[in-house]
């Protein structure tokens, strides 16, 4: 009886068929030069595409001047559809590069650290500039995006400490992050294309005094703008943005005047924190959640109106600011600690049914606090400290029900009423 059937490949089929696939994988992987006027191109091929992967001078000098990157390799054979990563890194002499229209995307750390180039002008096929391509391009001062692009990786123009102003194409979808962190950019205007922003995109550009932002984002993230010291203007249209993330304008001390869109539902810690030249915000309806310290050290910041949708304020949320009087909607069932803390210009403080709880420390210190009124609702308990030190508070109505911390109001001259 037969009990299985063996079948033998000839020895010299196997190697004959490993030798072809040996052959076919290092023909895809080879890297091909040619010399093109006075520099060696080393390039790589996909069928009859060319990507460069690095560039010298053929008589062992700099490149120096303007770089023509040629549209083909072999007599036309590879077209050009990219540069790879680091193809011209640090070639400190060149001063200008022009790009074939064929060139598709541009690689990771492509340019970097070319400090002489002061000139790029994309071609119109362009659609990917890769992370770090242009960083540290110091004496980059022209940069012309084209109509088509589609992606600005993260740090792509990091560094490039000339380059004051940029015009981003309608087609473009994603900037990432640090993209133009420390460029000395005068204006910023996001068209409505612009999806994906990454954090701290803007983050240190000291010069930029404008801001203007489509309607394509959903969120403003992480840092995006913070400590752009001159930034005096900020206009967001209507659109989908939903959250002002967390420290995206800090530090920002000259910008003087925020409204925000209908759509915006949360304003995440320390979005505002630390622009001492802040003395109008418009908050929408709509708006839900004010983080901790989204506006502390606001100095300017004398009044505001709460919307009847917010819910939550966080904790240090205003510490620090000149607010003249609170007015806390129904709306609200959440306050964070020493929300108020600190606020010297306010006089009088109404706080809505809503709250279970007023906090520790929720209006310590504010010393021309002279009133405050407690609607009857859901309040229970008056916090530790929560209006400890305020000097002239002489009146406070409250739901007679309510319990209070024996630290509450020490150091306030109070008599209790009813309201």
């Known amino acids: 009886m037969i009990k299985g059937l063996i079948t033998r490949t000839p ?9 072809t696939s040996l052959v076919a994988s290092s023909a895809v992987a080879m890297d091909k030069t040619e010399v093109v006027g006075n520099l060696k191109w080393t390039y790589a091929v996909d069928e009859n595409s060319a990507m460069v992967k690095k560039v010298v001078s053929a008589q062992n000098g700099q490149m120096q001047g303007v770089v023509e990157v040629p549209a083909s390799f072999n007599g036309g054979a590879y077209i050009v559809t ?24 541009i690689g990771q750390e492509c340019f970097r650290g070319c400090k002489r180039l002061t ?31 589609v992606t600005i990786g993260g740090n792509v123009f990091r560094g490039c400490g000339s380059l004051k102003a940029i015009v981003f194409p309608t087609t473009v979808k994603e900037i990432g992050q640090h993209a133009f962190v420390g460029t000395p950019l005068e204006a910023v205007d996001l068209p409505d ?22 309607k394509g984002l959903v969120e ?16 967001i249209k209507d659109g989908h943005l939903d959250a002002i993330g967390q420290d995206c304008f800090r530090g920002c001390k000259r910008l003087t ?10 304003i995440h810690d320390s979005a505002f924190n630390g622009c001492a030249g802040l003395r109008s915000v418009t908050l929408n309806e709509g ?60 006089e009088t403080v109404s706080i809505g049914n809503g709250l ?28 530790q400290d929560c209006f400890r030190e305020c000097k002239r508070l002489t009146e406070v109505k409250l739901p007679p029900s309510v319990k209070i911390d024996k630290s509450a109001f020490r150091g306030c001259p109070v008599t209790r009423g009813n309201p």
């Open 11 to 19: 020895a010299c089929f196997i190697c004959a068929a490993l030798a």
């Open 82 to 105: 990219g540069l790879g990563h680091q193809a011209f890194a640090h070639a400190g002499f060149i001063q200008e590069v022009k790009l074939p229209e064929t060139v598709q995307s």
């Open 119 to 149: 000139a790029v002008k994309l071609p119109s096929a362009v659609q990917t500039i890769h992370d770090s391509a242009f960083s540290g391009c110091s004496g980059l001062r022209s940069v012309t995006l084209n109509e088509g692009l």
């Open 193 to 214: 294309s612009v999806k994906e922003l990454g954090n701290e995109a803007f983050a240190g550009c000291g010069s930029l005094e404008t801001v203007s932002i489509g």
């Open 220 to 235: 403003l993230p992480f840092r995006a703008f913070a400590n752009c010291g001159n930034l005096k203007s900020v206009t």
């Open 257 to 266: 005047e925020v409204k925000l869109p209908p759509s915006v539902q949360t």
């Open 287 to 346: 708006l839900v959640s004010i983080g901790g310290n989204a506006f502390r050290g606001c100095g300017s910041l004398k009044a505001i109106v709460f919307p009847a949708t917010v819910k939550e304020i966080g904790p240090h949320a205003f510490v620090g600011t000149t607010l003249e009087a609170v007015d806390l909607p129904d709306s609200v069932k959440e306050l964070g600690n020493e929300a108020f803390a600190g606020c010297d210009s306010l």
């Open 356 to 383: 279970v709880e007023l906090p520790f420390r929720a209006f310590a210190n504010c010393g021309n606090l002279k009133s405050v009124t407690v609607k009857e609702g859901h309040l229970e308990a008056i916090g």
